[in-house]
Each structure stands twice: as structure tokens, then as C-alpha cells.
T-cell receptor
Framework: AQSVTQLGSHVSVSEGALVLLRCNYS??????LFWYVQYPNQGLQLLLK??????LVKGINGFEAEFKKSETSFHLTKPSAHMSDAAEYFC???????????FGTGTKLQVIP | EPEVTQTPSHQVTQMGQEVILRCVPI?????FYWYRQILGQKVEFLVS????????KSEIFDDQFSVERPDGSNFTLKIRSTKLEDSAMYFC????????????FGEGSRLTVL
């Protein structure tokens, strides 16, 4: 069975500061890993994904994440937070391309002007 | 850009009533899913569907729930007799092939059971 753990249900950063949202996964086989963003009253939008290959993946809106097998982590970063980044972020894992995607509990990002 | 569409966006129903939530997945996608998100909580897997049958379902997906792909475009979730605890946002998602990995989500259908 696969699972993800997101550390911190709420994270606050100042505008222009580094964003770091933490995600650790558990999987018995090489995982597919995802970050999704959810704006208020909207659906889930894919930010980025890791399936195979390069461990540093870049996504939309300047976000990136690095797959670290030794640490079972897939933390999301952005060098400089923007007010529009305020949203809820979900880390997710799938153990195969056709298997269900399992979501973490989410991290709400607040950006302080 | 192709997208997953869901209707209705919001439905209010009385406890015990049947509800059907509708989804039109992206046209060339083969794998379909329903998830739900109770207000303020995590996104939970309900069911996956491939080749006209359920491929996996969660413990939440009990006998009150059913899914159907009645034609080549729609994918529906039926709740036979709604309970208060079914109040949630229901998301439909689709996936093209196993190798692409990611799910594409609709905007959700908010179900309120009174």
C-alpha cells in the first residue's frame, strides 16, 4: 500500500520568501509522485509530477520538487513566494501508472504581504 | 485545452434521496475515477473504472454507491440513499494511459445532504 505524509497543515511565508512544503512517501515499489494545487472552491490542478528519470522536476508557476529515494521525500519548493501562490497543496502517490492516486492531508500556504 | 467537466456544480438533497453526479472525462482517456473531499479534509479515493468495470474501490464505496459509463462520453456516480455524512465535494478524474501517471480533475460537484 502507498501513502504520503505532509508535514505541516499550515505554512506561512512572506511574499518573496522561499516556499518549502514537505512530503514523505511510503511505497513498496518505485512510486509516481505528484503535487496538486487547489484554489478555494476549485478543483485540483497538477503542479508537477515525477514518474521516472530526472529526479528534479519543474512544474508550473515556478515550482519544483526533488525526488529523493534515500529520504523517501518529494518536497515542493519555490524560490520566491507570490501572493497568488496562496492555496492548498496536496502531495500524492501512485504505485503504478494505472493505480489509484493517494493524496496527503494537504498543506495550506499563506503568503503574507 | 481538453478538460474534465462535472455537473451539477452544486446539489442540495434530502437525506434518503438518490443523487446522480455526472462527469464527462477527457475524450481519449481510458481510466476514470471518483474522489471525494469532505469540507476541510483530505481528498479520498472512492473508485476507479476501466474497460467498463470497476478496477478498484475503497471502503467508503459501499453498496449505496455505484458507477456507470452509460455511453461513450459520460461517467456517473450514483448514491442510492444519501446520508448526512455524504455531504462533500465529489471530484471526477480521468487518466489517458498508465504511463502518463497524472489524473486530470474536474471542478467538482458539491453535494449537500440535509
Amino acid at each position: 500500500a502507498q501513502s504520503v505524509t505532509q508535514l505541516g497543515s499550515h505554512v506561512s511565508v512572506s511574499e518573496g520568501a522561499l516556499v518549502l512544503l514537505r512530503c514523505n512517501y511510503s511505497s513498496s515499489v518505485p512510486p509516481y509522485l505528484f503535487w496538486y494545487v487547489q484554489y478555494p472552491n476549485q478543483g485540483l490542478q497538477l503542479l508537477l509530477k515525477y514518474t521516472t528519470g530526472a529526479t528534479l522536476v519543474k512544474g508550473i508557476n515556478g515550482f519544483e520538487a526533488e525526488f529523493k529515494k534515500s529520504e523517501t521525500s518529494f518536497h515542493l519548493t519555490k524560490p520566491s513566494a507570490h501572493m497568488s501562490d496562496a492555496a492548498e497543496y496536496f502531495c500524492a502517490v501512485s504505485i503504478g501508472g494505472y493505480q489509484k492516486v493517494t493524496f496527503g492531508t494537504g498543506t495550506k500556504l499563506q503568503v503574507i504581504p | 485545452e481538453p478538460e474534465v467537466t462535472q455537473t451539477p456544480s452544486h446539489q442540495v438533497t434530502q437525506m434518503g434521496q438518490e443523487v446522480i453526479l455526472r462527469c464527462v472525462p477527457i475524450s481519449n482517456h481510458l481510466y476514470f475515477y471518483w474522489y471525494r473531499q469532505i469540507l476541510g479534509q483530505k481528498v479520498e479515493f472512492l473508485v476507479s473504472f476501466y474497460n467498463n468495470e470497476i478496477s478498484e474501490k475503497s471502503e467508503i464505496f459501499d453498496d449505496q454507491f455505484s458507477v456507470e459509463r452509460p455511453d461513450g462520453s459520460n461517467f456517473t456516480l450514483k448514491i442510492r440513499s444519501t446520508k448526512l455524512e455524504d455531504s462533500a465535494m465529489y471530484f471526477c478524474a480521468s487518466r489517458a494511459t498508465p504511463n502518463t501517471g497524472e489524473l486530470f480533475f474536474g471542478e467538482g460537484s458539491r453535494l449537500t445532504v440535509l
